[in-house]
């Protein structure tokens, strides 16, 4: 019998393995949704796996076209500072 508060489930004839609806819900995973499998020391560690591939800022910078001089920082805190105040508005 399985100590308080641990959850079983059985691995199918193809490999499957059903995630209880408690830890389902409490993670958020729905039907479709992508997990890593880990193999630790521990046991099987599953996570999310990323949405997008990860990179390098070297990989992405200047990925966006911008026409015109470079803005300077105080241009870029004052526009950032712009559309919080907008964003907040609207809330």
């Known amino acids: 019998m399985a100590a308080p508060g641990k959850l079983i489930t059985t691995v199918s004839t193809k ?3 059903i ?3 408690a830890i389902r819900k409490r993670r958020g ?3 479709g949704t992508r997990l890593l499998v880990e193999d630790t020391p521990e046991g099987v560690l599953l996570k999310p ?3 997008f591939a990860e990179t390098r800022p070297e990989e992405v910078f200047g990925s966006l ?3 015109g001089r470079p803005k300077t920082l105080e ?3 004052a526009g950032v500072l ?3 105040r907008r964003r907040h508005a609207r809330d």
């Open 49 to 51: 796996a990323p949405v």
């Open 19 to 21: 995630l209880p609806s």
């Open 15 to 17: 490999g499957q393995v």
């Open 65 to 67: 076209p911008h026409k």
């Open 82 to 84: 712009a559309e919080a």
């Open 75 to 77: 241009e870029m805190d």
């Open 29 to 31: 995973w729905d039907a």
